[in-house]
């Protein structure tokens, strides 16, 4: 009798995990910024319905639709499917994702986050817009050459942490590096569009201008309070205004984590070894 219970609520705990949290997954789903890729530009446009274009040197890309539309969204897709897509960047047909997802951030999210994000998408009213085709220069349109891309820039799992970090500059360790993705925009990269991994949060460059080094030595000319206020509102210490694309990462992201995670952030960042800005 004893076991039969202890089976029936392993199973009963596996079921849980499987359906997931869905407001854990609407947190999650801010703190990696979904929104803002997922998401058209044009006034009024259904949120997580895709559509928005990213612009990079490999050419255009568009966001697809992650609400559960059978036939336009995710709808047909299992929580498996979602977590290879998440952890190894693969399609549900094995053909690889381009990087402009940022699997190679997202690869370290925890089974935990992964599937309360899944239960929240699940939860999103469907919407039938179709995913637009990328508009890529030659010879980026042949997806497989991405195979050799993950070979040389690619690992998947879980991030390499130190035991002896607090455990906020570990909590900041996963926002930064695995949930919020932040070294895609803040870490320069080689012409293959690989991550200068010695660079890391060092500033780049980017399409529509630059990205800022997020290391000390950057950071060490804001406080605690300055840099916390920073991410809340989007206004420097000197009353100046953020970028436009950074002012959606605050409005989307920053701004809705708790002043625990915030905390945890710039403990993480202020961990960091400095590095001196990228070259302009």
Same mark, same amino acid.
């Given at each position: 009798?004893?076991?039969?219970?202890?089976? /029936?609520? !392993?199973?009963?705990?596996? @079921?849980?995990? /499987?359906?997931?949290?869905?407001?854990?997954?609407?947190?999650?789903?801010?703190?990696a910024?979904?929104?803002?890729?997922?998401?058209?530009?044009?006034?009024?446009? %259904?949120?997580?319905?895709?559509?928005?274009?990213l612009?990079?040197?490999?050419?255009?890309?568009?966001?697809?639709?992650?609400?559960?539309? &059978? %036939?336009?969204?995710?709808?047909?897709?299992?929580? %498996?499917?979602?977590?290879?897509?998440? $952890?190894?960047?693969?399609?549900?047909?094995?053909?690889?994702?381009?990087? @402009?997802?940022?699997?190679?951030?997202?690869?370290?999210?925890?089974?935990?986050?992964?599937?309360?994000?899944?239960?929240y998408? $699940?939860?999103?009213?469907?919407?039938?817009?179709?995913?637009?085709p990328h508009?890529?220069?030659?010879?980026?349109?042949?997806?497989? =050459?991405?195979t050799?891309w993950?070979? =040389?820039?690619?690992?998947?799992?879980?991030?390499?942490s130190?035991?002896?970090?607090?455990?906020?500059?570990?909590?900041?360790?996963?926002l #930064?590096?695995?949930?919020?993705? !932040?070294?895609?925009?803040?870490?320069?990269?080689?012409?293959?569009?690989?991550p200068?991994?010695?660079?890391?949060?060092?500033?780049?460059?980017?399409?529509?201008?630059?990205?800022?080094?997020?290391t &000390?030595?950057?950071?060490?000319?804001?406080?605690?309070?300055? =840099?916390?206020?920073?991410? $809340?509102?989007?206004?420097?210490?000197?009353?100046?205004?953020?970028?436009? #694309?950074?002012?959606?990462?605050?409005?989307?992201?920053?701004?809705?984590l708790?002043?625990?995670?915030?905390?945890?952030i710039?403990a993480? *960042?202020?961990? *960091?070894?400095?590095?001196?800005?990228?070259?302009?």
């Amino acid at each position: 009798m004893a076991l039969a219970q202890a089976c /029936a609520i !392993c199973a009963a705990c596996s @079921a849980a995990w /499987a359906q997931g949290d869905a407001r854990n997954g609407q947190y999650v789903a801010k703190a990696a910024g979904c929104v803002g890729c997922h998401t058209d530009s044009q006034a009024g446009a %259904q949120p997580y319905a895709g559509g928005r274009e990213l612009a990079t040197p490999f050419g255009k890309f568009y966001g697809p639709n992650l609400t559960p539309h &059978p %036939q336009a969204g995710l709808g047909r897709w299992t929580l %498996q499917d979602f977590r290879k897509a998440i $952890r190894l960047g693969e399609r549900p047909d094995g053909a690889h994702y381009y990087p @402009a997802f940022p699997y190679p951030s997202f690869t370290a999210m925890t089974d935990t986050d992964i599937a309360d994000l899944w239960a929240y998408l $699940r939860s999103l009213p469907p919407s039938s817009r179709q995913n637009r085709p990328h508009d890529l220069h030659f010879p980026f349109q042949w997806r497989f =050459l991405v195979t050799f891309w993950k070979w =040389l820039f690619f690992t998947a799992g879980p991030l390499a942490s130190d035991p002896k970090a607090p455990q906020p500059v570990t909590r900041g360790a996963y926002l #930064v590096a695995a949930l919020g993705h !932040c070294g895609e925009c803040h870490t320069p990269r080689n012409f293959l569009g690989g991550p200068k991994k010695s660079r890391y949060l060092a500033g780049a460059k980017l399409p529509d201008g630059r990205s800022p080094n997020l290391t &000390p030595t950057r950071l060490k000319q804001w406080d605690d309070r300055q =840099l916390a206020e920073f991410l $809340r509102t989007g206004v420097t210490p000197a009353g100046d205004a953020t970028s436009e #694309v950074m002012e959606e990462v605050i409005k989307n992201t920053t701004s809705q984590l708790t002043a625990q995670d915030l905390a945890a952030i710039i403990a993480y *960042l202020r961990s *960091l070894p400095p590095l001196p800005n990228e070259p302009k």
